[in-house]
């Protein structure tokens, strides 16, 4: 998924139109009750949280951003989901069989799970809710990764009535059949796209499910202010009955990362991320302040290049401009929150290791390959980035080691709309600072998602295209993951390093600090944010507070 | 004139004076190259010691550099953009003023709706659809700010135009060309000083608003807005990167209006 970040222009104007509604007076906050805990229970109790915007919705079908995704993991549950490892392990899908032609897909559902509302969760809604995102007027994001369901074409151009190889054999038995081999589907089944949703009440609400969302997951939604707060409570029928700790989970909106942390310190939150400016001071000694909670993530940041506006085109030049950029320096301006980058795919990446050397900071050599290319004197070009305080922070460092090799590069910043929009188009956008996170844990779903020739419509706004590489990931997609396949991605990535078509940056490594009596919480590379197994600190016992 | 206005007005001068002074041989007097990281870290502001007196930025920048390289972009956009104000400020308030009729009606609405707007907010609009630099802050901020300017100077041109050396060189066969640059516009010249000061000291303003919105000048040029913004997040760690850049903007502005202050008099003393 494309990743967005902090807006801060209209992070300002907005903190400017929050003042005025302060100032007229706002709305308190309507207290809620929650369950007294037992005194001395690792259960109950309200997990305090703090977001910029508001989740944008609680629709699987419609969201493909993180922040959406935290809150429908806790509201939902797909048929197979990840582990620790980021292996695929059973959720409500008790067991599965995959055909050696990875074209037949067997799902046996645990017998006896009910939704929040009581009703039965059953094969049929887990078809249903996949034929829901493929349908068109449904305007899943998410269609595209089911259109290999045999008879998924038929029913989205309305001359079928139902996906024929989605099949519910019994209550607790679903079929899937593909068009083409797939050794990803059951990556796809584990997106909260294919979350398993009451389908007849889904349907009925249309539109309005957002509001008032019915799932398996161990939280149902309490109540949704919008630009005010979520707030989620423990489900009542949910089947594990060792989890969730917690008797819920209140989220305030309108809170950007700078008064996120005044509120973490003055104990109004518990969990926040560390602002760039603090974190200095706190990596020193995190344990005055909190728990500190770090882990990697399936992210590159890069700067595309457009390979068709010249003098991009030349690959001489697009390997000078990597040698130009410092990507430790980049890395120290993170607080060392990141590590550089060599390629493209993550090196945390599951069962794959890049075997490319990357590019280290060498001016010199970024200066000879520009004269052999016949740009000795610099050229001038232009940065397109979204306009957060770090995009530019990054962009003006990049034009400082430009600069240092002729090149003179000025920087755009534009709102997030225009920015993907730009992209897009042919011979636009001659740089452009940007992010992928994996949606799952396979090298193709950046090489392929990223890279492939076929994709200058969908992901690949390098515009980039080298049949060989093509050949290879084409080879890839249909095969089982094996060391050969493992192979071809390291091939593959390879020839991208070499035609560098762009600057590969740095991965992100994510720190969360929570308060001392959070327990429980961890940072997973693929899924977002999971309370479920988050506990905070019991209430002293009855000695404790017999004494008060 | 009193003589604490005078005292004022020396006071603004000389602080004007010390202003263009560093604009001219600032960007000289530099210790290091604004752009450059040049501290041994990044991502952690050194405080204010040698050999960075006004300490450095998160880029690794040092602070005093880019402020004397950015008195010279500030002093430069506040006088440019300030000409571009007066310009069509004056000729439309000469030309409403002095005409009259279907043309006083036509340019005074258009200014009444001018001036409905929000000025930063149209700059902002105006920036989005300009390509951002340098002469695009200087356009945008004269054609956000000459609303003030056409009323006051269309205020004087009417009664200007009834004055008996108005109607005499009329009647001497001068064409409107002449009357109005003859005539009207020097009598109108010690308002437009009065303004022009204050103008100056807005624009200033302005721009730095526009910088610290990170609309205004682009990147590499250091201004005071954008410094101001770059440390908007690490005012509490490091609220030097925020105070040099803030009372830079401060100095330049009071220069400005103890200027305006001190010239009032003067201007209403002359016949």
Not at chain 1, 207 to 234: H, K, N
């Amino acid at each position: 998924m494309t990743v967005r970040k902090d807006r801060a222009v209209t992070a300002r104007v907005a903190a400017l139109v929050l003042l005025g509604a302060l100032a007229a007076g706002c709305m308190r906050d309507a207290p809620l009750d929650w369950p007294a805990r037992d005194p001395g229970s690792q259960r109950g109790g309200v997990l305090r949280l703090a977001a910029p915007d508001d989740v944008p919705t609680l629709d699987p079908a419609l969201s493909y951003d993180s922040r959406s995704w935290t809150y429908q993991l806790h509201l939902f549950e797909t048929l197979v989901t990840y582990d620790d490892a980021s292996r695929i392990v059973p959720l409500l899908a008790e067991r599965w069989t995959v055909s050696d032609d990875l074209r037949h897909y067997r799902f046996e559902l645990q017998p006896g799970v009910v939704f929040s509302d009581g009703s039965p969760v059953t094969a049929a809604d887990a078809a249903g809710s996949i034929e829901r995102v493929i349908d068109p007027k449904t305007r899943s994001q998410g269609a595209e990764y089911y259109r290999g369901i045999r008879g998924a074409a038929a029913y989205a151009d309305g001359s079928a009535p139902h996906v024929a190889g989605l099949q519910a054999l019994d209550a607790t038995t679903l079929v899937i059949e593909l068009d083409e081999p797939d050794p990803l589907f059951l990556d796809k089944m584990a997106l909260l796209f294919a979350s398993v949703l009451p389908i007849e009440y889904a349907r009925r609400l249309g539109d309005d499910f957002t509001d008032q969302p019915i799932g398996s997951g161990p939280f149902v939604l309490r109540e949704w202010r919008r630009g005010e707060r979520l707030v989620l409570a423990r489900n009542p029928r949910y089947r594990r009955t060792d989890r969730p700790f917690l008797d819920g989970i209140v989220e305030y909106a309108g809170v950007n990362s700078e008064l996120a942390w005044l509120k973490f310190l003055s104990d109004e939150i518990d969990l926040s991320g560390i602002p760039t400016a603090d974190f200095p001071s706190v990596i020193r000694n995190p344990d005055a302040t909190g728990t500190l909670v770090r882990g990697p993530t399936l992210v590159t940041n890069y700067i595309g290049l457009n390979c068709q506006m010249p003098p991009l085109d030349d690959r001489r030049v697009r390997q000078a401009l990597n040698y130009a950029v410092d990507k430790d320096d980049i890395v120290e301006l993170l607080n060392h929150r990141a590590v550089p980058a060599k390629g493209i795919v993550p090196p945390d990446m599951p069962g794959y290791t890049a075997e490319v050397a990357g590019y280290p900071h060498d001016p010199a050599k970024a200066r000879a390959l520009l004269q052999e290319a016949g740009q000795g004197a610099g050229f001038t070009t232009e940065l397109w980035t979204q306009s957060s305080d770090l995009d530019l922070k990054l962009g003006q460092k990049i034009q400082h080691d430009l600069a240092d090799v002729g090149v003179t590069m000025a920087i755009k910043q534009v709102a997030w709309s225009v920015f993907l929009e730009a992209i897009r188009q042919p011979k636009t956008t001659p740089l452009f600072d940007l992010a992928w996170s994996a949606d799952f844990a396979d090298p193709s779903n950046f090489l392929d998602v990223l890279l492939h020739s076929s994709r200058f419509d969908a992901n690949n706004h390098s515009f980039y295209a080298n049949p060989r590489f093509d050949g290879l990931v084409e080879r890839a997609r249909t095969m089982r993951a094996s060391a050969e396949r493992t192979r071809l991605f390291v091939d593959a990535e390879r020839i991208v390093v070499d035609d560098a078509p762009m600057l590969f940056l740095y991965h992100p490594i994510s720190y969360v600090m929570t308060q001392k009596r959070v327990h429980g919480y961890a940072i997973h590379p693929l899924l977002p944010s999971r309370y479920m197994d988050v506990w905070l600190d019991p209430e002293p016992g009855q000695g404790a507070s017999a004494g008060s | 004139m009193t003589a604490r206005r005078r005292g004022l007005l020396r006071f603004g001068l000389a602080m004007g004076a010390g202003l263009v002074l560093l604009a001219v041989v600032g960007p000289a007097l530099a210790p290091f190259d604004p752009t450059a990281p040049v501290a041994p870290q990044l991502a952690e502001p050194s405080p204010p010691g040698a050999p960075f007196w006004l300490g450095t930025d998160d880029l690794g920048r040092d602070v005093l550099s880019r402020l004397l390289h950015g008195a010279r972009i500030s002093l430069m956009v506040g006088l440019v953009a300030m000409l571009v104000t007066m310009v069509i400020g004056t000729a439309l308030g000469l030309a409403a003023g002095y005409f009259g009729g279907v043309v006083d009606v036509i340019l005074m609405r258009f200014t009444d709706v001018m001036l409905a707007f929000p000025g930063l907010l149209l700059a902002v609009a105006l920036v989005a659809v300009l390509r951002p630099s340098v002469w695009t802050i200087f356009v945008v901020i004269g054609l956000v700010s000459w609303t003030g300017v056409a009323r006051v100077v269309r205020g004087e041109t009417l009664s200007l135009r009834e004055r008996d050396f108005v109607l005499a060189a009329r009647a001497m066969g001068a064409g409107h060309g002449r009357i109005l640059l003859r005539h009207v516009l020097p009598n109108v010249a010690p308002t437009l000083v009065v303004i022009a000061a204050l103008s100056t000291s807005g624009t200033i303003l302005l721009d730095a608003g526009l910088s610290f919105l990170g609309i205004g000048v682009p990147p590499p040029t250091p201004t005071w807005g954008r410094m101001i913004q770059e440390a908007s997040t690490y005012y509490r760690v490091a609220p030097w990167l925020m105070a040099f850049p803030g009372l830079a903007v401060l100095y330049a502005v009071l220069a400005f209006n103890l200027i305006a202050y001190g010239l009032t008099d003067e201007a209403k003393g002359t016949p």
